[in-house]
């Protein structure tokens, strides 16, 4: 189950450090576990598997940093998810990135479209879970001192290559979980690792599709002229109906 998931994973990543320019690092599935953990509950697969399986790259500062939930935007999280749970603080805080919970009032952009594109196209939440579940590849944040967010594929290979082997061993287990007929990075990091991990299992999951779907970041001037139509094409393209 996910809950298990989730603690072997915290357990694998509990023990890493890493250098700088990383000063600051979150794991929201600790202090955010409540609204993980309900968004698992609610939304998680529990034997019946799932078409698609859709895996961002790592948390974002006012997304799931924020309130626990992949692509977290505080809006979409509380009144279409209707996941509100209380949210505590991480140990070693930067002053720039303070963990408000919901009463966050910045708005995570990747994940409004996210979930904005999920809302148009389904619905309600339990229309679009019937076929998708969304995670995280990795759950932790990193930043600089500056506060600036540091990717993890921007990490030292010798912190990278341990990081990477803790999350795909949970990304094995959730695939093995969901069983999905397709496997879905949101950016090219993201499919990257779903290759690698779907590598592993191609006898137990013969055919399953890889592919990615552009990401909804406002870095990206693509995704900022129009991004659920975008979403839809690349979907379109891998085979989703």
Not at 10 to 15: S, T
Not at 20 to 49: K, M, Q, S
Not at 135 to 150: D, H, I, K, Q, R
Request: net charge positive.
């Amino acid at each position: 189950m996910l809950g298990q998931i989730t603690a072997n994973l915290i357990r694998e990543l509990e023990p890493l450090r890493f250098s700088p320019p990383v000063t600051h690092v979150y794991n929201p599935l600790i202090y955010a576990r409540p609204a993980w953990d309900a968004y698992c509950r609610r939304f998680g697969p529990t034997g019946v598997p799932r078409e698609v399986l859709l895996i961002g790259m790592n948390p974002g500062p006012f997304g799931m940093a924020q309130v626990g939930v992949p692509f977290g935007e505080v809006a979409a999280v509380r009144d279409w998810l209707e996941i509100e749970e209380p949210i505590g603080r991480p140990p070693h805080e930067h002053p720039k990135r303070l963990i408000q919970g919901f009463a966050c009032p910045k708005s995570e952009v990747s994940g409004a479209r996210l979930w904005s594109w999920a809302q148009q196209r389904y619905g309600t939440p339990e229309a679009f879970f019937s076929r998708f579940f969304i995670t995280n590849y990795c759950p932790l944040v990193f930043m600089s001192e500056s506060g600036a967010n540091v990717v993890p594929e921007k990490l030292p290979r010798s912190e990278r290559d341990s990081l990477f082997a803790a999350c795909d061993a949970a990304l094995r287990a959730t695939i093995l979980l969901t069983k999905p007929r397709f496997l879905i990075g949101v950016g090219k990091f993201a499919e990257g690792r779903a290759r690698v991990v779907a590598d592993g299992l191609s006898d137990v999951l013969p055919g399953v599709v890889v592919g990615s779907v552009p990401h909804p970041s406002p870095a990206s001037p693509i995704a900022n002229r129009g991004w659920a139509p975008l979403m839809e094409q690349a979907l379109s393209a891998l085979g989703v109906g």
